[in-house]
């Protein structure tokens, strides 16, 4: 079975969320979760058949979907061969980790009235990547990871916040790909996380945002590191 179709199989899996009346707003969301899952590398061309069959939806449902999608700048339209997950660039990488600064650093301060779900979700989250970590599925260490920030965003009680958050938590896994080694990319975050937890938990907001901010800037260097290492293999490649 190739990528692409062990990729597709497991949308049959979300078919059920939609029903006869499925809004392209909703296909959208089922394919952005999964490119945050990891399902879709970038580069990837997503078939309109396919998808289309396996959710159940019309054409012209999936491709106002895939419209949406592009808005969000999570995959491209190219001329007359059809629609792939888009490649980030180094300078995306800079441009999604200011944007997290921002927002997240904001959320930690909003601690003394952050909603007692949003801290659970955050606990959830470390449990999740701890045991991944420790089974050594580093993907899913990577999605329990995002899973943690997007939780993270929640502190601050805000719908709209969190919906800009899961648009640049999709963006950020996209970016993951480049790295040739997840273990390396996941798993100095997982103990890091747990630590970041326990200041949210006793309310901590000075120290917490302290360590978020040395925690972005050292993952910001590392996919940076990550691309030009990419950029060196490909030259040698060709050559």
Not at 108 to 116: G, I, V
Request: proline share 3%; hydrophobic share 40%; with cysteine.
């Amino acid at each position: 079975m190739s990528a692409q179709s062990a990729e597709v199989g497991d949308l049959a899996r979300d078919r059920e969320l939609l029903d006869r009346k499925g809004t392209a707003e909703r296909v959208a969301t089922i394919l952005r979760d999964r490119l945050t899952e990891g399902y879709f590398p970038p580069g990837t061309r997503l078939s309109e058949e396919s998808i289309g069959k396996t959710l159940g939806v019309s054409r012209n449902t999936l491709r106002e979907a895939f419209r949406l999608l592009a808005h969000e700048r999570l995959v491209e339209h190219e001329l007359n061969r059809g629609v792939f997950v888009r490649r980030l660039c180094p300078e995306d990488v800079v441009a999604l980790f200011h944007f997290r600064r921002i927002i997240e650093c904001a959320a930690l301060r909003e601690l003394a009235d952050a909603p007692e779900s949003a801290v659970r979700a955050m606990r959830e989250a470390v449990e999740q990547s701890e045991k991944a970590a420790k089974e050594g599925r580093w993907a899913d260490a990577g999605t329990a990871n995002m899973r943690f920030h997007q939780a993270l965003v929640g502190l601050a009680g805000s719908a709209y916040l969190e919906q800009s958050m899961r648009q640049a938590m999709a963006e950020l896994r996209l970016v993951f790909h480049v790295a040739r080694h997840p273990r390396e990319l996941h798993e100095p975050y997982a103990a890091r996380n747990r630590e970041l937890l326990e200041a949210v938990e006793t309310r901590d907001s000075a120290g917490a945002e302290q360590l978020l901010t040395s925690y972005l800037a050292d993952a910001q260097e590392q996919l940076l590191y990550a691309y030009e290492e990419a950029a060196r293999s490909a030259d040698s490649a060709r050559r």
